[in-house]
């Protein structure tokens, strides 16, 4: 059973950094596709980024591209979400998600962690 634990989530002031982690129970395969997404109370669970567990082009929903970095480190089996320059609008519960298809839409994923909160104040 592949678990995904999340960590590093917290309470921020608007324009703070923050970076979220994601610890695989076990090493993704090489076709792996990692991913973030995140729901904030009364909405969908919304797309954040995603990259190829071997490596390659990351993909950045426009609302944090320039300021959010996902990466990876493979001997650990860890993913991370760095958050720059966050904002209000940021704030929700963070999932990492696990699959095997190079697509922004939650519904393909297999594998999610339990999620972590991360709420900025403005």
């Known amino acids: 059973q592949v678990q995904l634990v999340e960590s590093g989530g917290g309470s921020v002031q608007a324009g703070d950094s923050l970076r979220l982690s994601c610890a695989a129970s076990e090493r993704p395969t090489s076709r792996s596709i990692m991913a973030w997404f995140r729901q904030a109370p009364g909405k969908e669970r919304e797309f954040v980024a995603l990259?190829?567990?071997?490596?390659?082009?990351?993909v950045y929903a426009d609302s944090v591209k320039g300021r959010f970095t996902i990466s990876r480190d493979n001997p650990k089996n860890m993913v991370y979400l760095q958050m720059n320059n966050l904002k209000a609008e940021d704030t929700a519960v963070y999932y990492c998600a696990r699959g095997s298809q190079y697509t922004s839409d939650h519904g393909a994923y297999d594998y999610w962690g339990q999620g972590t909160q991360v709420t900025v104040a403005s």
């Open positions: 990259c190829r567990w071997h490596g390659g082009s990351q």
